[in-house]
């Protein structure tokens, strides 16, 4: 019988494999040729130095990340009380600019400001002012990355909300919380034992996982805030691959209790399990669509591993992908309308992006070791998990795979990012 989960996601792989805690250190770049992008000049804010965190220079990298901007050669000199000179930075060809500062308070928070110019009409688009704890002017630049991003396009931007993924280092592994930068990482936990599937609940403050640490595969509940966890399934055999239903109240899990590999929806405090489905087959990875009334799920139930579809209640199940023999990881865009996923090819793992009104797929990817696609909140986004340079490394990628951008992570493998929701 074909494996259903990618080469990282195995549970005997995995349980076979040492680990370790380590702090992700990223650094971002830009690859790729993307299509036409807005041109904005992010000055570097007044008296930046005050700040623990290069305000502009995140801002920079946020928008150029989303696919939807080109940074313009912005000199210094300017801040959100200036009068901006508009002939030079129209020949500069910027249609928007960003200026701002940094002022230390009294109370030792710092007050970030900025404003944000159309360039072309000479006008003030937004003003905003953000009086932070300097642990948290990080948090600020990605706020004023997303007033930018909404501004100019008319669509809430992603910068401010968190990725989750695990680490794996020496004899540990980690699950690590991050900006959607991958910067800022903070341990949730560290064992010996392997931690794999992390999944955030809608609220942004828990996580479900699964949980080796008793030497059986076992589903866990993290607060993220206080650290406090519990144990949502540990029956017989293995309980593996949570998933949250968009209002949080239930999961849906892959458990072997009765036999093969089945999927079961759980409440959250634990009560209410029942099987979705009934067969020979191996089901597993399921994930909701956005409105709650069905799950995608991977299914050899055809001969090999390929992506179905059923209500969320249990029925009938369809099979969704027809290119190629091996399609694995389903993710949907939160609007419903893309299905990402990681199919085979030649023996390569690569990141396909499916459209799920026309059934129509694309590959975006031309790597060997993709896995563990996830959206951005907004669904511009995709977060994913592969190899470069013979390391395992974080990338994002617009949907159409034209702008990609490594967080590339030193010293330790990354596996199973997944994107937090609109929180913060």
Known sequence: MLELVSRRRSLAALAALGAGPALAQVRIDIAGVGGTRIPVGIVDFRDESRSPQPIAAIVRADLERSGLFRSVDAPGGLSETSTPVWPDWRARQADALAAGSVTRLADGRLDIRFK?????????????????????????????????????????????????????????????????????????????????????????????????????????IQDVLTGQRRVLADFKGTNSAPAWSPDGQRLVLSLSREGGTQ??????????????????????EACYSPDGSKIYFVSDRGGGPQIYRMPADGGTAERVSFSGNYNISPAVSPDGRTLAYITRVSGAFRLSVMDLGTGQSQQISDANDDESPAFSPNGKLIVYASRAGGKEVLMTTTLDGKIKTPLLVTLVEVREPTWGPFTR
């Open 116 to 220: 944000l110019w159309d360039v072309v009409k000479g006008t003030e688009l937004v003003g905003e002012a953000h009086a932070v704890h300097p642990d948290d002017a990080r948090l600020a630049a990605h706020r004023i990355a997303d007033t930018i991003y909404e501004k100019l396009t008319g669509e809430r931007g992603a910068f401010a909300t968190r990725m989750a993924y695990v680490t794996k280092a020496g004899p540990r592994y980690s699950l690590v919380v991050a900006d959607a930068d991958g910067e800022g990482a903070k341990v949730a936990l560290t064992s010996p034992e392997p931690i794999i599937s992390p999944a955030w609940a809608p609220n942004g403050r828990e996580l479900a996982y699964v949980s080796f640490e008793s030497r059986k595969a076992t589903v866990r």
């Open 263 to 284: 999927l079961f929806v759980i409440n959250r405090d634990g009560s209410g399990l029942r099987r979705l489905a009934r067969s020979s087959a191996i089901d597993t």
